[in-house]
């Protein structure tokens, strides 16, 4: 099947620790974003990377990093320095021609 | 920096209502506005929309875009609780080369619910 994926659907991580979420597309798309929701509020973006070895920060990227090192796959680790990190994060990607098209999300909380 | 309002923030219908949904925006070099539907989990693509006064229909739900007055409006007729959901409005922009890659700027969504 032809698609987004993220895991793991949920995640708890304890202060302090750093920890990664996984975005795989088989979509063929050059563009990958992540964003991040909070309860009641839209999508803000963090990094987003419109190709290989390159990417660049949204409008929220402190504490987070990203790397693109292939095309399938935008990887996000979430930092220590992050301090308020309990939040939904959703992944997309999109091709030149139609609009983002996003993966099931992951849920993040800090204990 | 740019800037995309929904309105309203929220919504209570019945079943069988028609609804609007609105959404402003102001963004440097637009390329698109582009509808969600948002329910329990990711949001699922609806409409993208280019060219202004063109409507773009999928069943009950249409759309369509004003570029001059800078706005879009979601319509859903005849709507069902199934309709339930978050509906979030984004702009993209064209990034500085000129390519279709612009980052998207959301709304902060419209939860709309739909009673039996």
């Known amino acids: 099947d032809g698609g987004i994926t993220q895991s793991p659907k949920y995640l708890f991580r304890k202060e302090g620790q750093n920890v990664t979420l996984s975005c795989e597309q088989n979509?063929?798309?050059?563009?990958m974003y992540w964003y991040r929701q909070d309860p009641g509020q839209g999508l803000r973006l963090i990094y987003y990377?419109?190709?290989?070895?390159?990417?660049q920060k949204g409008d929220i990227a402190e504490g987070y990093s990203v790397s693109r090192e292939k095309k399938e796959s935008f990887p996000l680790t979430v930092t220590s320095a992050q301090k308020n990190p309990t939040a939904f994060y959703l992944c997309?990607?999109?091709?030149?021609?139609?609009?983002?098209?996003f993966g099931p999300g992951t849920r993040l909380t800090v204990l | 920096e740019d800037k995309v309002v929904q309105s309203p923030l929220s919504l209570v219908v019945h079943e069988g209502d028609t609804v609007t949904l609105n959404c402003s925006y102001e963004?440097?070099?637009?390329?698109?506005l582009l509808w969600y539907k948002q329910e329990k989990k990711a949001p699922t693509f609806l409409f993208m929309l280019?060219?202004?006064?063109i409507e773009k229909k999928s069943g009950r739900l249409s759309s369509i875009l004003d570029k001059k007055e800078l706005f879009s409006i979601l319509n859903i007729t005849a709507t069902q609780t199934g309709d339930s959901a978050i509906y979030l409005c984004?702009?993209?922009?064209?990034?500085?080369?000129?390519?279709?890659?612009?980052?998207?700027?959301f709304g902060q969504g419209t939860i709309l619910t739909v009673h039996p």
């Open positions: 979509l063929n798309h050059d563009a």
């Open positions: 280019t060219s202004s006064g």
């Open positions: 984004a702009v993209q922009r064209f990034n500085a080369g000129g390519t279709s890659y612009g980052k998207l700027t």
């Open positions: 990377s419109q190709i290989v070895n390159d990417f």
């Open positions: 963004v440097t070099n637009f390329r698109s």
């Open positions: 997309a990607s999109s091709s030149r021609v139609f609009g983002q098209f």
